[in-house]
């Protein structure tokens, strides 16, 4: 198949076309930033271009839409909306313009929003940020593209936090936090957290080439979920710490990331720290995903393994 990735350049997309390239198939990357390992595959394009977009979709089979704006601190605002929304519209018209049957889009479990037990793929959206917004509306983009022609093919993933080598995400900064020795466990650490390791992700994404047509929407995690505290476990285990976490009441640490908020704000630099992370961090945030387990997917490592993986390489053997 000849296969284009929107955000291609990315830890996720990276991996993606590892697999993608063993099946034999032809892949073209566009992305505003040029791939590392992968220079000769590009287009450097953003999906905001839909001249750009639709020149690149020429000749194509499969559209995978991974371009998204995911940071917890991008600026302006309207950026989540101008990249994920606007974003999913130019992928549809270029779908449209190229006669494309089928595209692949990862969302986020991020439209459920917090606390809310652990929602399946049937529960409301009820976004708490500006990111769950945005990708909920792209979801909405893409079922109307669908819904004109019952020949297509969609696939919607949902994935929980995504971690894993060369990722610089809040799991990432986790760990960082933790290999200084100026981590600080805010709360009980027993609420539990669904992630997702890139190697399963991507191995996931792959598959979906020989999808069937209509809609599939998955929540995707590595199962069994881990608590708080037993993620830093396994990081200080990783990495040989010893020294006992030292812990906040949970109004303590979210005022801390208000009072890093105000200071961001004032001076315009960005910390490891703030309310929206806080929040984050100490919610429990778990999803179904027996819809995934029933689809007969396997993925290749466990969720320990994953974050062994991700330790292993951006925190030992760097040093």
């Known amino acids: ?17 590892d697999n993608l390239l063993k099946e034999k198939h032809t892949v073209k990357i566009y992305d505003k930033t040029i791939s590392q390992k992968y220079p000769d595959l590009m287009i450097q394009a953003d999906v905001r271009d839909q001249k750009a977009l639709i020149e690149a979709s020429k000749n194509i089979d499969v559209i995978y839409n991974l371009a998204a704006e995911h940071a917890d601190d991008v600026t302006p605002l309207s950026l989540y909306a101008d990249v994920n929304i606007s974003g999913a519209k130019n992928v549809v018209i270029a779908a449209e313009k190229n006669d494309i049957k089928k595209i692949i889009f990862t969302s986020s479990v991020a439209i459920y929003g917090l606390n809310r037990g652990t929602p399946n793929e049937t529960m409301t959206a009820q976004p708490f940020n500006e990111y769950g917004r945005t990708k909920y509306e792209a979801e909405k983009v893409l079922l109307q593209w669908i819904e004109k022609d019952e020949n297509k093919t969609l696939v919607m993933l949902r994935p929980s936090v995504i971690f894993g080598e060369r990722n610089r995400g809040n799991v990432y900064n986790l760990i960082k936090q933790i290999a200084s020795g100026k981590f600080l466990m805010v709360g009980s ?11 399963n992700i991507a191995s996931f994404l792959a598959l979906q080439t020989t999808t069937d047509k209509g809609v599939s929407i998955y929540n995707f995690a590595d199962k069994p979920d ?18 006992s976490t030292p812990r906040a009441p949970y109004f303590i640490g979210l005022l801390g990331g208000y009072i890093f908020d105000s200071i961001a704000k004032v001076t315009g630099k960005k910390f490891p720290v703030s309310s929206i992370r806080i929040k984050k961090f100490c919610a429990e945030t778990t999803v179904n995903t027996d819809k995934l387990q029933k689809s007969g997917f396997k993925p290749p490592y466990s969720l320990e393994e994953g974050l062994r993986n991700m330790i292993q390489y951006e925190f030992k053997d760097r040093n």
Request: proline share 0%; glycine share 16%.
């Open 226 to 243: 881990l608590s708080s505290n037993e993620i830093v476990h396994i990081v200080k285990d990783e990495l040989g710490i010893k020294k």
């Open 1 to 17: 198949m000849n296969i284009l990735i929107t955000g291609g350049s990315g830890f996720i997309g990276t991996r993606l076309i």
């Open 189 to 199: 650490g027993e609420n539990h957290k669904s992630m997702a390791y890139v190697g």
